[in-house]
C-alpha cells in the first residue's frame, strides 16, 4: 500500500511540476519585458534560484539529520544532471544558440565554480590532508565568490537596461508576478513529492545514500530545472534555457552547498569518489567548449551530452 501512494504521490508531483514550470516561464518571461530586463538576467536569477529551491531546502534537511553524503550528492548530481541531461535534452528539442557575453563571462564562471568546489573539496590530492572535508571556511570562500557572481549580475541590469529593446509585456507587472509565485508553488510542491515518494521507492530497493543521492535526489530536485528549460525551450526562450542551467549550477554549489556547510559546520562524505569529482569538471568544461566553437550548442552536441550522461549513470550504478 506504501509503494502504491509513493507512484501516486509521483504521479501528482511530476503534473504539478509541468504544469507550474509552463506558467513559471510565462511569468518570468513577462516580468522581464515589465522591467526591460534581459531575460538571460531573469534566468540567472528569479528562475535559476527558484528552480533550485528543493536543492537547498534538501541540503539544510540533510546536514540537520547529519546526511553529509545526500548534502554532497544533492549538489554534484544536480550540476552534471543540468547541463548533461537538460541541456542535452533542450539542444536535441531545438539548437540552442548562446550570446557572446554568456560564452565569454557566464559559462566560464559556471566552469570556474565547479573547479573550485574540485579545489576546496579534494585534501587528500591536493593538500595531503587524512579526509576530503568541505569545511566552513571553504564555505565562506564559495559564498564570496557568490557575491562576485551577484555584482556582475547587477552590473549587468544597469548596463544593459537602458540598451533593451522595448517589447510589450504579455501581462501586467501585478499578473506577471502572481504567475511567477503560482508557477513556483507548483515547482517547488511538486519536486517535493517526487523527492520523497521516489526515495521512499529506492529505499524499498536498498539503494546506497549515495547512490539515491547521486540519482533519486540529484534528479528529482534538478526535475523544475528539466522542465521548465523543456517548455523555455519550445516556447523559444532560449535565453532563459541558458541562463537557467548556469545560474542554478552556480546557485548549487554556492548556496545550497556554501550556506548549510557555513550553518552547520565542515562537512566529511565518505562514500564520493574521485570519478563524481572528475563528472562534475567535465560537464561544465563540455559545455564550455561547445559553446565557444561556434555559440550554440547543436543538435548533434546535445546527443553527446546525453550519451556522457548515459556513461556515467552506468558506472555509478554498477559501482
Known amino acids: 500500500m506504501d509503494i502504491i501512494l509513493s507512484i501516486v504521490l509521483l504521479i501528482v508531483g511530476f503534473v504539478l511540476l509541468i504544469k507550474g514550470a509552463d506558467i513559471f516561464v510565462d511569468g518570468a518571461s513577462s516580468t522581464a519585458e515589465n522591467f526591460k530586463v534581459p531575460k538571460m538576467l531573469i534566468g540567472l536569477t528569479i528562475v535559476a534560484f527558484g528552480t533550485s529551491a528543493p536543492e537547498f531546502a534538501v541540503s539544510i534537511s540533510a546536514l540537520a539529520s547529519g546526511n553529509t ?95 533593451n529593446e522595448v517589447t510589450e509585456p504579455k501581462s501586467t507587472l501585478g499578473k506577471s508576478a502572481v504567475l511567477v509565485l503560482v508557477g513556483l508553488a507548483g515547482i517547488i510542491i511538486g519536486s517535493q513529492l517526487v523527492v520523497d515518494s521516489a526515495t521512499s521507492i529506492a529505499e524499498v530497493f536498498g539503494m546506497s545514500e549515495r547512490l539515491i543521492a547521486l540519482t533519486v535526489i540529484a534528479f528529482g530536485t534538478s526535475l523544475p530545472e528539466l522542465v521548465t528549460t523543456i517548455v523555455a525551450s519550445k516556447k523559444g526562450e532560449q535565453d532563459l534555457v541558458v541562463g537557467n542551467i548556469i545560474g542554478s549550477n552556480i546557485f548549487n554549489v554556492c548556496v545550497v552547498l556554501g550556506v548549510p556547510v557555513a550553518i552547520f559546520g565542515t562537512i566529511t562524505p565518505v562514500g564520493f569518489q574521485m570519478f563524481d569529482i572528475i563528472m562534475l569538471i567535465v560537464s561544465a568544461a563540455m559545455l564550455f567548449v561547445f559553446a565557444a566553437t561556434k555559440k550554440r550548442i547543436s543538435r548533434t552536441e546535445g546527443a553527446i551530452m546525453l550519451v556522457t550522461f548515459a556513461v556515467y549513470y552506468g558506472v555509478i550504478m554498477l559501482v
Open 69 to 163: 553524503d545526500m548534502v554532497l550528492g544533492n549538489v554534484i548530481g544536480s550540476c552534471i544532471l543540468n547541463i548533461l541531461l537538460i541541456l542535452g535534452i533542450a539542444a536535441i528539442i531545438r539548437p540552442i544558440k548562446i550570446e557572446d557575453n554568456t560564452v565569454r563571462k557566464e559559462i566560464p564562471l559556471c566552469l570556474l565554480i565547479s573547479l573550485l568546489l574540485a579545489v576546496l573539496f579534494l585534501d587528500v590530492l591536493l593538500a595531503g590532508g587524512d579526509v576530503n572535508r568541505v569545511t566552513r571556511a571553504d564555505a565562506i570562500v564559495i559564498l564570496l565568490f557568490f557575491m562576485v557572481f551577484l555584482y556582475y549580475l547587477f552590473s549587468i541590469a544597469k548596463r544593459k537596461q537602458t540598451k
